[in-house]
Each structure stands twice: as structure tokens, then as C-alpha cells.
């Protein structure tokens, strides 16, 4: 009897144990993995926490998706295997955050206008970070103006 009981907490530990190894290996490197790389991006718009707590966030699909570098970009999509194809609708390049902002042809009226009221001060392009701290609703207004994909 003792023994049975040593041999079955031995083979739940060993279970567990290499379970739990197995999950770690998977899922929370994977979760790590891809969390950083979203902080990361994020971080080129919001280098300090502060800034962030600032300013009053309306998060918006299209805005949350340029900002974090998640959602309806091509070439998230096809990261992770929903889409075939991360080329732009414009055909010119694959669909990135840094070519919705600063080149894609298919958002020059959105970000003329964005342009226009922050050209100024400022020579174009202007960084990431200035973009969504100097210029939010500007920013914010070009992101939810613009059409990204068609669902
Ligand atoms: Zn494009």
C-alpha cells in the first residue's frame, strides 16, 4: 500500500512535472515572445509610461492595429498564417504600419490632411512617437479615416 502510494505520486510528479515544462516551452514563450514584440512596437509610439497615462485613449480598430502593430495589417495577418498574401491593396509593398503611415498611395489624401496641420512646426515625416504625443488628434483622425482592408 505504501509503496503503491509512493510509485503513484511519482508518476503525477514526473506527469507534472514534464507538463508543466511542456506549457512552459509552448505557450508561455510563445505569449512572451509575442507580447514583447507588441511592447516593443508600442514603445516606438509611447517611450515612457507617463506620456501614455497623458493622454486620453479612444482606442479605435484601426488605431489600436497602427499603434500596436496587431489587427488588420497584412503583414500581421500573414504572420500569423489567417492571410496568404501581406501586399498592401495598393500593390507597391507589403501592407506594415510604417507604409500606412508614411507611404502607401492609397492614404495620401488622409495623410495630406494630417500633414498639412502639423507640417509647420515640424519637417515630415514626423517620428511615430511625435505623431501619436504632439499630434493626436490628428494621428488619430488620419487612423480612423483611412480604410486598411476590407473585411
Ligand atoms: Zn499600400
Known sequence: MHQHTYIYTHIIHTYIHTHIRTYIHTHIR?????????????????????????????????????????????????????IENPTCPCNKEDQTVDHTIYSCKLHEQERDRMKASIIKPEHWPVSKHKLVQKYYNNFKQFTDNIVLNKE
Do not use: S
Open 30 to 82: 510563445t505569449y512572451i515572445h509575442t507580447h514583447i514584440r507588441t511592447y516593443i512596437h508600442t514603445y516606438i509610439f509611447f517611450p515612457n509610461i507617463e506620456d501614455r497615462l497623458k493622454l486620453r485613449i479612444n482606442p479605435t480598430p484601426n488605431f489600436t492595429a497602427i499603434v500596436t502593430g496587431h489587427g488588420n495589417i497584412k503583414t500581421y495577418l500573414h504572420k500569423f498564417k489567417i
